[in-house]
């Protein structure tokens, strides 16, 4: 069974906002030579790091709903400039559409079993209006 990360995806107003600047990333990793991931820099070292990369992917939290995950391929753990311990999450560079599911505000990252993350959504699901996606789910409808 994986387990996931769940963490707050600042300054993204929407899940396109989040695969604009992941696309962007990916486009200069190539022109750079290097492979098309993105990164995602933290200061909490994971403690379950052999869990989390057996199938674990990172849950991005959109203007209070999970809405999206990217697979997580490495982390890398590694000390700054000012001798602060810090760890990189390596992210397969697809953007998963998910259900929505609410989560309140948090710093950080916290853990997500299995369990209770949200299912990936069918094929042609992402395709409506955000708006009306968020509605749809709020009434259980999607």
């Known amino acids: 069974m994986a387990l996931h990360l769940l963490k707050l ?17 990916a486009l200069s990793a190539i022109a750079a ?17 052999d869990e989390l990369l057996e199938g674990g992917s990172l849950y991005w939290v959109i ?18 400039g000012e001798g602060i311990g810090r760890c990189r999450l390596i992210l397969g560079p697809e953007i998963i559409d998910t259900a929505f599911q609410p989560r309140r505000p948090f710093q950080g990252w916290r853990y997500l079993l299995e369990k209770d993350a949200p299912a990936d959504l069918a094929a042609g699901a992402h395709e409506l209006p955000h708006d009306l996606r968020r509605e749809l789910s709020e009434l259980g409808l999607l």
């Open 33 to 49: 030579g290097l492979e098309p991931h993105s990164v995602h820099t933290t200061r909490m070292v994971p403690k379950r790091m």
């Open 63 to 80: 203007k209070g709903q999970v809405q999206a995950r990217q697979r997580l391929l490495d982390i890398e753990t590694f000390t700054d």
């Open 9 to 25: 995806c600042v300054g993204a107003d929407s899940i396109e906002d989040l695969r604009d600047w992941v696309s962007q990333r």
